[in-house]
């Protein structure tokens, strides 16, 4: 199982963290916060994680924008913000993209791809719901993704 989190914003909650243990990678979609968070999810299992536009300072220059991420033989893209994807999902092979920013869970298919947004795990926004995410990697390369709310 692969556990994705995104739009921290400086909190990690302890729910997030039960809701995420026993997970093989965990993704992280942005706007992460504070660099101790990166290192509580590290703890927890392998981390891949990307720069939302809020990470700002010395910790997270080394943070990427965008990441591939292989699993279950096929490929995922991850990114913070899907408004500034720059290519054609489809016709470069991904099978999923990873985003956050919006702080509201989404999956949809689109020309073939999964398009898939955790929600926010940090501090509650407007009327969205706090959850965290999940994909499973199948057989013949099939993702299924899912959303957990956590509070």
């Given at each position: 199982?692969?556990?994705?989190?995104?739009d921290t914003h400086?909190?990690l909650r302890p729910?997030?963290?039960?809701?995420?243990?026993?997970?093989?990678?965990?993704?992280?979609?942005?706007?992460?916060?504070?660099?101790?968070?990166?290192?509580?999810?590290?703890?927890?299992?392998?981390?891949?994680?990307?720069?939302?536009?809020?990470?700002?300072?010395?910790?997270?220059?080394?943070?990427p924008e965008t990441?591939?991420?292989?699993?279950?033989?096929?490929?995922?893209?991850?990114?913070?913000?899907?408004?500034?994807?720059?290519?054609?999902?489809?016709?470069?092979?991904?099978?999923?993209?990873?985003?956050?920013?919006?702080?509201?869970?989404?999956?949809?298919?689109?020309?073939?791809?999964?398009?898939?947004?955790?929600?926010?795990?940090?501090?509650?926004?407007?009327?969205?719901?706090?959850?965290?995410?999940?994909?499973?990697?199948?057989?013949?390369?099939?993702?299924?993704?899912?959303?957990?709310?956590?509070?």
């Amino acid at each position: 199982m692969i556990g994705v989190i995104s739009d921290t914003h400086g909190l990690l909650r302890p729910e997030a963290l039960k809701a995420l243990r026993g997970s093989s990678l965990l993704l992280h979609a942005g706007d992460v916060g504070d660099e101790a968070i990166l290192r509580e999810l590290g703890a927890l299992a392998p981390l891949v994680a990307v720069r939302g536009n809020t990470d700002r300072g010395e910790w997270c220059r080394s943070l990427p924008e965008t990441r591939v991420v292989e699993a279950g033989g096929v490929l995922l893209y991850l990114l913070h913000d899907i408004g500034r994807l720059d290519l054609s999902p489809e016709a470069a092979g991904f099978a999923m993209v990873v985003f956050g920013h919006t702080h509201k869970p989404e999956l949809r298919v689109s020309r073939g791809v999964q398009y898939f947004n955790p929600g926010s795990a940090g501090p509650r926004r407007l009327a969205y719901p706090v959850t965290v995410g999940r994909i499973q990697a199948g057989a013949g390369g099939k993702l299924k993704a899912e959303v957990l709310e956590i509070l």
